[in-house]
Protein backbone atom coordinates (compact mmCIF):
# COMPACT_ATOMS: atom_id res chain seq x y z
CA UNK A 1 0.00 0.00 0.00
CA UNK A 2 3.23 2.22 0.10
CA UNK A 3 1.99 3.42 -3.74
CA UNK A 4 -1.45 4.66 -2.46
CA UNK A 5 -0.06 6.16 0.42
CA UNK A 6 2.30 7.95 -2.08
CA UNK A 7 -0.80 8.82 -4.34
CA UNK A 8 -2.51 10.24 -1.23
CA UNK A 9 0.21 12.45 -0.61
CA UNK A 10 0.39 13.59 -4.33
CA UNK A 11 -3.45 14.43 -4.59
CA UNK A 12 -2.98 11.33 -7.38
CA UNK A 13 -6.79 10.98 -8.08
CA UNK A 14 -7.13 9.00 -11.26
CA UNK A 15 -6.63 5.48 -9.60
CA UNK A 16 -8.47 6.46 -6.12
CA UNK A 17 -11.53 4.43 -6.62
CA UNK A 18 -9.80 1.40 -7.69
CA UNK A 19 -7.76 1.57 -4.45
CA UNK A 20 -10.76 1.80 -2.21
CA UNK A 21 -11.53 -1.26 -3.63
CA UNK A 22 -8.59 -2.90 -3.06
CA UNK A 23 -8.36 -1.94 0.34
CA UNK A 24 -12.02 -3.37 1.21
CA UNK A 25 -11.27 -6.60 -0.72
CA UNK A 26 -7.90 -6.71 1.68
CA UNK A 27 -10.04 -6.02 4.97
CA UNK A 28 -12.55 -8.11 3.90
CA UNK A 29 -9.79 -10.96 3.69
CA UNK A 30 -8.72 -10.37 6.98
CA UNK A 31 -5.39 -9.82 5.90
CA UNK A 32 -3.37 -7.97 9.17
CA UNK A 33 -0.79 -5.40 8.63
CA UNK A 34 -1.53 -4.91 4.74
CA UNK A 35 -3.25 -1.71 5.02
CA UNK A 36 -1.84 0.82 7.65
CA UNK A 37 -4.82 2.25 9.55
CA UNK A 38 -3.68 5.96 9.23
CA UNK A 39 -4.30 5.36 5.14
CA UNK A 40 -8.11 4.97 6.39
CA UNK A 41 -8.36 8.19 8.13
CA UNK A 42 -8.53 10.01 4.82
CA UNK A 43 -10.24 8.59 2.62
CA UNK A 44 -13.46 9.13 1.82
CA UNK A 45 -16.72 6.37 2.08
CA UNK A 46 -14.78 4.56 4.53
CA UNK A 47 -16.70 3.87 8.06
CA UNK A 48 -15.54 4.13 11.58
CA UNK A 49 -16.67 0.35 11.97
CA UNK A 50 -14.02 -0.23 8.87
CA UNK A 51 -11.18 2.05 10.66
CA UNK A 52 -11.89 -0.17 13.84
CA UNK A 53 -11.96 -3.50 11.78
CA UNK A 54 -8.62 -2.35 10.03
CA UNK A 55 -6.89 -1.41 13.11
CA UNK A 56 -7.74 -4.48 14.97
CA UNK A 57 -6.09 -6.22 11.59
CA UNK A 58 -3.35 -3.67 12.15
CA UNK A 59 -2.25 -4.75 15.54
CA UNK A 60 -3.29 -8.30 15.76
CA UNK A 61 -0.53 -10.48 15.05
CA UNK A 62 1.64 -7.76 16.98
CA UNK A 63 -0.27 -8.82 20.31
CA UNK A 64 0.24 -12.60 19.67
CA UNK A 65 3.96 -12.09 19.61
CA UNK A 66 4.07 -9.44 22.50
CA UNK A 67 2.43 -11.47 24.41
CA UNK A 68 4.49 -14.39 24.55
CA UNK A 69 7.36 -12.18 25.15
CA UNK A 70 5.81 -9.87 27.78
CA UNK A 71 4.97 -13.39 29.90
CA UNK A 72 8.71 -13.18 30.33
CA UNK A 73 9.21 -9.39 31.52
CA UNK A 74 6.77 -10.37 34.23
CA UNK A 75 5.22 -7.29 35.12
CA UNK A 76 2.94 -6.79 37.74
CA UNK A 77 1.34 -4.14 39.03
CA UNK A 78 0.08 -3.86 42.75
CA UNK A 79 -2.90 -2.06 43.20
CA UNK A 80 -1.67 0.51 45.97
CA UNK A 81 -3.33 4.28 46.80
CA UNK A 82 -0.63 6.73 45.64
CA UNK A 83 -0.11 10.24 46.94
CA UNK A 84 1.46 11.08 43.47
CA UNK A 85 0.25 9.23 40.18
CA UNK A 86 2.81 9.10 37.58
CA UNK A 87 2.30 9.66 33.73
CA UNK A 88 4.30 8.85 31.18
CA UNK A 89 3.80 10.55 27.90
CA UNK A 90 5.04 8.30 24.77
CA UNK A 91 6.07 10.43 21.82
CA UNK A 92 8.13 11.36 18.73
CA UNK A 93 7.16 14.83 18.53
CA UNK A 94 8.74 16.42 21.29
CA UNK A 95 10.11 19.26 19.21
CA UNK A 96 8.60 22.09 16.61
CA UNK A 97 6.01 20.33 15.87
CA UNK A 98 1.80 20.25 15.37
CA UNK A 99 1.10 17.89 18.88
CA UNK A 100 3.88 20.17 20.86
CA UNK A 101 2.23 22.93 19.95
CA UNK A 102 -0.89 22.56 21.02
CA UNK A 103 0.42 20.02 24.52
CA UNK A 104 3.24 22.28 25.31
CA UNK A 105 0.97 24.73 27.67
CA UNK A 106 -0.69 21.82 28.95
CA UNK A 107 2.30 20.40 30.07
CA UNK A 108 3.74 23.37 31.72
CA UNK A 109 0.01 23.42 33.54
CA UNK A 110 -0.12 20.03 35.17
CA UNK A 111 -0.34 20.03 38.90
CA UNK A 112 3.11 18.45 40.43
CA UNK A 113 1.83 18.67 43.61
CA UNK A 114 -0.37 15.34 42.56
CA UNK A 115 1.55 14.51 39.81
CA UNK A 116 4.47 13.26 38.53
CA UNK A 117 4.93 13.71 34.61
CA UNK A 118 7.27 11.56 32.61
CA UNK A 119 8.61 12.28 28.86
CA UNK A 120 9.36 9.22 26.55
CA UNK A 121 10.82 10.52 23.57
CA UNK A 122 11.56 8.70 20.73
CA UNK A 123 12.20 11.51 17.92
CA UNK A 124 15.07 13.84 17.14
CA UNK A 125 15.39 17.12 18.42
CA UNK A 126 15.34 19.56 15.51
CA UNK A 127 17.26 22.09 16.96
CA UNK A 128 14.53 24.97 17.00
CA UNK A 129 14.08 25.05 20.81
CA UNK A 130 10.78 23.39 21.50
CA UNK A 131 12.97 20.51 23.10
CA UNK A 132 14.21 22.26 25.25
CA UNK A 133 11.01 24.59 26.47
CA UNK A 134 9.39 20.59 27.21
CA UNK A 135 11.80 19.23 28.75
CA UNK A 136 11.72 21.59 31.27
CA UNK A 137 8.18 20.87 31.86
CA UNK A 138 8.65 17.38 32.98
CA UNK A 139 10.01 15.59 36.21
CA UNK A 140 11.91 13.23 33.70
CA UNK A 141 12.32 13.36 30.15
CA UNK A 142 14.27 9.92 28.65
CA UNK A 143 15.13 9.38 25.44
CA UNK A 144 14.08 6.38 23.97
CA UNK A 145 15.38 6.25 20.69
CA UNK A 146 17.88 3.63 20.69
CA UNK A 147 16.54 1.25 22.73
CA UNK A 148 13.87 -1.60 21.56
CA UNK A 149 10.42 -1.75 22.44
CA UNK A 150 10.89 -4.30 24.83
CA UNK A 151 13.91 -2.37 26.62
CA UNK A 152 11.94 0.92 26.22
CA UNK A 153 8.50 -0.84 27.92
CA UNK A 154 10.92 -2.48 30.44
CA UNK A 155 11.99 1.27 31.57
CA UNK A 156 8.72 2.34 31.73
CA UNK A 157 7.94 -0.44 33.97
CA UNK A 158 11.10 0.17 36.09
CA UNK A 159 10.11 3.86 36.36
CA UNK A 160 6.55 2.30 38.06
CA UNK A 161 4.25 4.47 35.84
CA UNK A 162 1.02 4.33 36.59
CA UNK A 163 -0.86 5.74 33.32
CA UNK A 164 0.53 5.49 29.66
CA UNK A 165 -0.25 7.89 27.36
CA UNK A 166 0.75 7.42 23.85
CA UNK A 167 0.47 10.63 21.78
CA UNK A 168 1.16 9.10 17.95
CA UNK A 169 -0.78 6.29 17.66
CA UNK A 170 -0.27 4.71 14.16
CA UNK A 171 1.14 7.78 12.24
CA UNK A 172 4.62 8.58 11.45
CA UNK A 173 7.35 7.89 13.65
CA UNK A 174 5.77 5.85 15.98
CA UNK A 175 6.81 3.66 18.91
CA UNK A 176 2.86 2.65 19.36
CA UNK A 177 4.09 -1.52 19.92
CA UNK A 178 6.30 -0.41 23.09
CA UNK A 179 2.36 0.02 24.30
CA UNK A 180 1.74 -3.66 23.01
CA UNK A 181 3.74 -5.05 26.05
CA UNK A 182 1.66 -3.21 28.97
CA UNK A 183 4.24 -2.35 30.69
CA UNK A 184 1.77 0.28 32.86
CA UNK A 185 -1.31 -0.75 34.76
CA UNK A 186 -3.48 1.83 32.32
CA UNK A 187 -2.67 2.68 28.89
CA UNK A 188 -4.39 5.81 26.97
CA UNK A 189 -4.56 6.74 23.61
CA UNK A 190 -4.55 10.34 23.03
CA UNK A 191 -4.69 13.14 19.94
CA UNK A 192 -1.98 12.24 18.50
CA UNK A 193 -4.34 9.54 16.37
CA UNK A 194 -7.83 10.35 15.52
CA UNK A 195 -9.02 6.59 15.94
CA UNK A 196 -9.15 3.64 17.83
CA UNK A 197 -5.58 1.54 18.18
CA UNK A 198 -7.33 -2.01 18.20
CA UNK A 199 -8.36 -4.06 21.27
CA UNK A 200 -5.93 -5.04 23.77
CA UNK A 201 -3.31 -1.49 23.22
CA UNK A 202 -5.09 0.94 25.11
CA UNK A 203 -7.58 1.11 27.68
CA UNK A 204 -9.04 4.36 27.32
CA UNK A 205 -9.31 7.06 24.59
CA UNK A 206 -9.43 11.22 25.50
CA UNK A 207 -12.31 12.52 23.53
CA UNK A 208 -15.44 14.94 23.70
CA UNK A 209 -18.99 13.95 23.23
CA UNK A 210 -19.47 15.86 20.02
CA UNK A 211 -16.46 13.61 18.38
CA UNK A 212 -17.50 10.06 20.04
CA UNK A 213 -21.23 10.31 21.31
CA UNK A 214 -21.79 7.55 23.09
CA UNK A 215 -24.13 5.93 19.96
CA UNK A 216 -20.54 5.25 18.27
CA UNK A 217 -19.23 2.75 21.69
CA UNK A 218 -19.25 -0.06 18.94
CA UNK A 219 -16.64 1.42 16.66
CA UNK A 220 -13.66 1.66 19.48
CA UNK A 221 -11.83 -0.53 21.40
CA UNK A 222 -11.44 1.83 24.30
CA UNK A 223 -13.29 3.04 26.41
CA UNK A 224 -14.37 6.72 26.16
CA UNK A 225 -12.74 9.30 28.50
CA UNK A 226 -14.93 12.36 27.95
CA UNK A 227 -13.40 15.91 28.13
CA UNK A 228 -16.13 18.40 28.84
CA UNK A 229 -15.64 20.57 25.91
CA UNK A 230 -13.18 19.85 22.81
CA UNK A 231 -10.50 17.03 23.53
CA UNK A 232 -8.04 18.97 22.30
CA UNK A 233 -5.86 21.14 23.90
CA UNK A 234 -4.71 24.38 23.23
CA UNK A 235 -3.06 27.36 25.07
CA UNK A 236 -3.26 31.14 24.93
CA UNK A 237 -0.30 32.45 24.94
CA UNK A 238 0.99 31.30 21.37
CA UNK A 239 2.61 34.29 19.94
CA UNK A 240 1.67 36.44 16.38
CA UNK A 241 4.32 37.65 14.87
CA UNK A 242 3.44 41.08 13.02
CA UNK A 243 1.12 40.74 10.07
CA UNK A 244 2.20 40.92 6.70
CA UNK A 245 1.03 42.63 3.50
CA UNK A 246 -0.83 40.60 0.82
CA UNK A 247 1.98 41.22 -1.38
CA UNK A 248 4.30 39.77 1.12
CA UNK A 249 2.39 36.62 2.00
CA UNK A 250 2.46 36.53 -2.20
CA UNK A 251 -1.48 37.40 -2.46
CA UNK A 252 -3.70 39.44 -4.94
CA UNK A 253 -4.08 42.79 -3.51
CA UNK A 254 -8.45 42.51 -4.03
CA UNK A 255 -10.11 39.61 -4.05
CA UNK A 256 -11.72 37.14 -1.39
CA UNK A 257 -9.20 34.75 0.02
CA UNK A 258 -10.24 31.60 1.15
CA UNK A 259 -7.64 29.34 2.39
CA UNK A 260 -6.59 25.60 3.71
CA UNK A 261 -3.21 24.77 5.13
CA UNK A 262 -4.10 21.15 6.31
CA UNK A 263 -1.93 18.86 4.37
CA UNK A 264 -2.39 17.79 0.48
CA UNK A 265 -2.93 14.20 1.44
CA UNK A 266 -6.56 15.21 3.60
CA UNK A 267 -7.34 16.86 -0.18
CA UNK A 268 -10.38 15.09 -1.50
CA UNK A 269 -11.63 15.01 -5.09
CA UNK A 270 -15.01 15.59 -3.60
CA UNK A 271 -13.83 18.98 -1.40
CA UNK A 272 -11.31 19.80 -4.48
CA UNK A 273 -14.96 20.00 -6.06
CA UNK A 274 -16.42 21.84 -3.75
CA UNK A 275 -13.10 24.63 -3.31
CA UNK A 276 -13.25 24.94 -7.36
CA UNK A 277 -16.85 25.85 -7.77
CA UNK A 278 -16.59 28.23 -4.92
CA UNK A 279 -13.87 29.73 -7.02
CA UNK A 280 -16.08 29.28 -10.25
CA UNK A 281 -19.23 31.70 -7.93
CA UNK A 282 -16.73 34.42 -6.73
CA UNK A 283 -15.16 36.21 -8.84
CA UNK A 284 -11.14 37.18 -8.16
CA UNK A 285 -11.60 34.73 -5.33
CA UNK A 286 -8.20 32.46 -4.38
CA UNK A 287 -7.53 29.76 -2.73
CA UNK A 288 -4.38 29.69 -0.59
CA UNK A 289 -3.29 26.70 0.26
CA UNK A 290 -0.14 24.79 1.95
CA UNK A 291 3.35 24.70 -0.05
CA UNK A 292 3.28 20.64 -1.05
CA UNK A 293 6.04 20.04 -3.99
CA UNK A 294 4.88 16.84 -4.95
CA UNK A 295 1.35 17.66 -5.11
CA UNK A 296 1.47 21.16 -6.34
CA UNK A 297 1.18 19.99 -10.22
CA UNK A 298 -1.94 17.81 -9.48
CA UNK A 299 -3.94 20.41 -8.10
CA UNK A 300 -3.11 22.65 -10.91
CA UNK A 301 -3.83 20.24 -13.07
CA UNK A 302 -7.27 19.26 -11.24
CA UNK A 303 -8.55 22.79 -10.95
CA UNK A 304 -7.83 23.26 -14.57
CA UNK A 305 -10.16 20.50 -15.09
CA UNK A 306 -12.57 22.33 -13.34
CA UNK A 307 -12.43 25.75 -14.93
CA UNK A 308 -9.47 27.07 -12.42
CA UNK A 309 -6.65 28.87 -13.86
CA UNK A 310 -3.37 28.57 -11.96
CA UNK A 311 -3.55 32.18 -10.78
CA UNK A 312 -6.25 31.55 -8.68
CA UNK A 313 -4.44 28.47 -6.61
CA UNK A 314 -1.60 30.21 -4.18
CA UNK A 315 0.79 28.39 -2.65
CA UNK A 316 2.32 29.30 0.97
CA UNK A 317 5.48 28.12 2.54
CA UNK A 318 6.33 26.67 5.65
CA UNK A 319 7.67 29.55 8.21
CA UNK A 320 7.80 29.33 11.79
CA UNK A 321 4.81 29.27 13.80
CA UNK A 322 4.20 32.90 14.87
CA UNK A 323 4.96 33.75 11.20
CA UNK A 324 2.07 31.53 10.25
CA UNK A 325 -0.50 33.01 12.44
CA UNK A 326 0.17 36.08 11.60
CA UNK A 327 -0.22 35.51 7.71
CA UNK A 328 -3.44 33.34 8.86
CA UNK A 329 -5.13 36.79 9.61
CA UNK A 330 -4.88 37.33 5.92
CA UNK A 331 -7.06 34.68 4.78
CA UNK A 332 -11.05 35.95 4.77
CA UNK A 333 -12.45 32.37 5.58
CA UNK A 334 -10.72 28.95 6.51
CA UNK A 335 -11.93 25.92 4.29
CA UNK A 336 -12.05 22.69 6.21
CA UNK A 337 -11.12 18.89 4.40
CA UNK A 338 -13.25 16.21 4.65
CA UNK A 339 -13.03 13.35 6.17
CA UNK A 340 -10.36 14.06 7.64
CA UNK A 341 -10.94 17.40 9.53
CA UNK A 342 -8.29 20.16 10.31
CA UNK A 343 -6.72 19.69 13.91
CA UNK A 344 -3.97 22.06 14.84
CA UNK A 345 -4.53 23.91 11.73
CA UNK A 346 -8.11 24.35 13.15
CA UNK A 347 -7.53 25.64 16.35
CA UNK A 348 -4.39 27.75 14.51
CA UNK A 349 -6.67 29.38 12.49
CA UNK A 350 -8.98 30.05 15.47
CA UNK A 351 -6.56 31.78 17.54
CA UNK A 352 -5.55 33.92 14.65
CA UNK A 353 -9.14 35.18 14.30
CA UNK A 354 -10.42 33.80 11.10
CA UNK A 355 -13.65 31.46 11.16
CA UNK A 356 -13.38 28.08 9.65
CA UNK A 357 -16.18 26.16 7.97
CA UNK A 358 -16.04 22.04 8.37
CA UNK A 359 -18.26 19.33 7.18
CA UNK A 360 -18.52 17.00 10.12
CA UNK A 361 -18.96 13.39 9.31
CA UNK A 362 -19.09 9.60 11.22
CA UNK A 363 -15.87 9.23 11.96
CA UNK A 364 -13.24 10.59 14.93
CA UNK A 365 -11.07 12.53 12.15
CA UNK A 366 -14.17 14.12 10.21
CA UNK A 367 -15.33 15.45 13.46
CA UNK A 368 -12.17 17.65 14.99
CA UNK A 369 -12.76 20.78 13.56
CA UNK A 370 -16.49 20.49 14.38
CA UNK A 371 -15.33 19.65 18.13
CA UNK A 372 -13.05 22.90 18.11
CA UNK A 373 -15.83 25.08 16.86
CA UNK A 374 -18.54 24.03 19.78
CA UNK A 375 -15.32 24.97 21.99
CA UNK A 376 -14.81 28.63 20.68
CA UNK A 377 -18.53 29.15 20.43
CA UNK A 378 -19.47 28.72 16.75
CA UNK A 379 -21.01 25.85 16.12
CA UNK A 380 -23.13 27.86 13.39
CA UNK A 381 -19.97 26.82 11.18
CA UNK A 382 -20.55 23.08 11.36
CA UNK A 383 -22.25 21.45 8.37
CA UNK A 384 -22.94 17.98 7.79
CA UNK A 385 -22.73 17.89 4.21
CA UNK A 386 -20.93 19.09 1.67
CA UNK A 387 -24.38 20.76 -0.12
CA UNK A 388 -24.91 22.81 3.39
CA UNK A 389 -20.49 23.40 3.27
CA UNK A 390 -20.90 24.98 0.14
CA UNK A 391 -23.96 27.05 0.63
CA UNK A 392 -22.47 28.51 4.04
CA UNK A 393 -19.27 29.40 2.42
CA UNK A 394 -20.98 31.14 -0.48
CA UNK A 395 -23.31 33.32 1.39
CA UNK A 396 -20.20 34.15 3.55
CA UNK A 397 -18.63 35.59 0.72
CA UNK A 398 -21.58 37.99 -0.12
CA UNK A 399 -22.57 38.75 3.30
CA UNK A 400 -19.98 41.50 4.18
CA UNK A 401 -21.52 41.97 7.76
CA UNK A 402 -22.42 38.15 8.40
CA UNK A 403 -18.67 37.89 8.39
CA UNK A 404 -17.57 40.73 10.28
CA UNK A 405 -20.08 39.79 13.26
CA UNK A 406 -18.14 36.03 12.96
CA UNK A 407 -14.76 37.77 13.48
CA UNK A 408 -16.07 39.42 16.13
CA UNK A 409 -17.78 36.69 17.70
CA UNK A 410 -14.26 35.05 17.64
CA UNK A 411 -12.42 37.79 19.07
CA UNK A 412 -14.28 38.07 21.87
CA UNK A 413 -14.63 34.24 22.20
CA UNK A 414 -11.06 33.63 21.92
CA UNK A 415 -10.33 34.52 25.86
CA UNK A 416 -13.90 33.48 27.25
CA UNK A 417 -14.78 29.87 26.17
CA UNK A 418 -13.32 26.70 26.89
CA UNK A 419 -10.88 25.86 23.70
CA UNK A 420 -7.58 27.90 24.75
CA UNK A 421 -8.40 27.66 28.40
CA UNK A 422 -5.71 25.33 29.33
CA UNK A 423 -5.27 25.68 32.61
CA UNK A 424 -8.64 24.88 33.20
CA UNK A 425 -8.54 22.27 30.38
CA UNK A 426 -5.38 20.38 32.46
CA UNK A 427 -7.54 19.98 35.48
CA UNK A 428 -10.20 18.50 33.90
CA UNK A 429 -7.95 15.73 32.31
CA UNK A 430 -6.05 15.16 35.60
CA UNK A 431 -9.73 14.32 36.78
CA UNK A 432 -10.36 12.13 34.15
CA UNK A 433 -6.70 10.57 35.20
CA UNK A 434 -7.69 10.20 38.40
CA UNK A 435 -10.94 9.00 37.70
CA UNK A 436 -9.40 5.94 36.30
CA UNK A 437 -6.69 5.65 38.45
CA UNK A 438 -9.64 4.95 40.89
CA UNK A 439 -11.48 2.28 38.89
CA UNK A 440 -8.52 0.61 38.54
CA UNK A 441 -7.74 0.45 42.36
CA UNK A 442 -11.68 -0.82 42.59
CA UNK A 443 -11.03 -3.67 39.92
CA UNK A 444 -13.55 -2.19 37.81
CA UNK A 445 -13.15 -2.60 33.94
CA UNK A 446 -12.43 0.61 31.99
CA UNK A 447 -15.81 2.36 30.78
CA UNK A 448 -16.89 5.24 29.48
CA UNK A 449 -15.92 8.47 32.32
CA UNK A 450 -16.53 12.19 32.06
CA UNK A 451 -15.35 14.79 34.31
CA UNK A 452 -17.34 18.70 34.53
Known sequence: MKQYARSQSMCEWDTLEAWRLQIRGVLSRGEGRQVSPFLLLALSGVSADEQRHCAELWVR????????????????????????????YLSADFHEHATALLMVELFESHDHGRFEV????????????????????????????????????????????????????????????????????????????????????????????????????????????YMPDSYQPHGRHGLISAKPSRAEAGLPEEGFVFCCFNQAYKITPEIFNVWCHLLLSVPDSVLWLLKTPLAEGNLLREAFHRGITADRIVFAANCPQGDHLARLQLADLVLDTAPYNAHTTASDALWAGVPIITCAGDTFPSRVAGSVLHAVGLEELVTTDLDQYFELALALTSDADKLAQLKEKLAANRMTTALFDVENYTRHLETLYDTMWRKYLNGECPAAIRTG
Open 61 to 88: DQLVTARLERAALAFIFPRLKKTKLRLG
Open 118 to 225: FAYSCGADDGKGMRQRLEASFDRFADIQGLTDIEAASLIYRDEVDILIDLKGYTQGTRSAILNFRPAPIQVNYLGYPGTLGAGVCDYIVTDAFITPPASTPDYTEAFA
